[in-house]
Nanobody, 126 residues
Framework: VQLVESGGGLVQPGGSLRLSCAAS????????MGWFRQPPGKEREFVAA????????YYADSVKGRFAISRDNAKNTVYLQMNSLKPEDTAVYYC????????????????????WGQGTQVTVSS
């Protein structure tokens, strides 16, 4: 399984970005997908996750109401729409695939995810 993120960049506070994560393999539609981030000098933290069907999503409190996770199983891709960006959203963003298929409740724990992308940098600055 390979995960490749794209869409990062430099954006002004209040702006928007959409991250994409393209997955290889034929089992993408069976697994929860998550987004995590690592701010400079800090630990990795959970951002959002979506179950295999797209029916259930879960967000960190810090991004709730501003970010939206979605997936297109036909394209093996998961997205993270980020609006009203703040300087504290600056981080390397990673997508990840759950280690267990068919989970009905997305997990915020990084240890539950078996595969990770290489990350894409998001910088929010004026």
């Amino acid at each position: 399984v390979q995960l490749v993120e794209s869409g990062g960049g430099l954006v002004q506070p209040g702006g928007s970005l959409r991250l994409s994560c393209a997955a290889s393999g034929r089992t993408f539609s069976s697994y929860t997908m998550g987004w995590f981030r690592q701010p400079p000098g800090k630990e990795r933290e959970f951002v959002a996750a979506v179950t295999w069907s797209g029916g259930t999503t879960y967000y960190a409190d810090s991004v709730k109401g501003r970010f939206a996770i979605s997936r297109d199983n036909a394209k093996n891709t998961v997205y993270l729409q980020m609006n009203s960006l703040k300087p504290e959203d600056t981080a390397v963003y990673y997508c990840a695939r759950d280690s267990v298929a068919g989970r009905y409740s997305p997990s915020p724990r990084g240890a539950e995810y078996a595969y990770w992308g290489q990350g894409t940098q998001v910088t929010v600055s004026s």
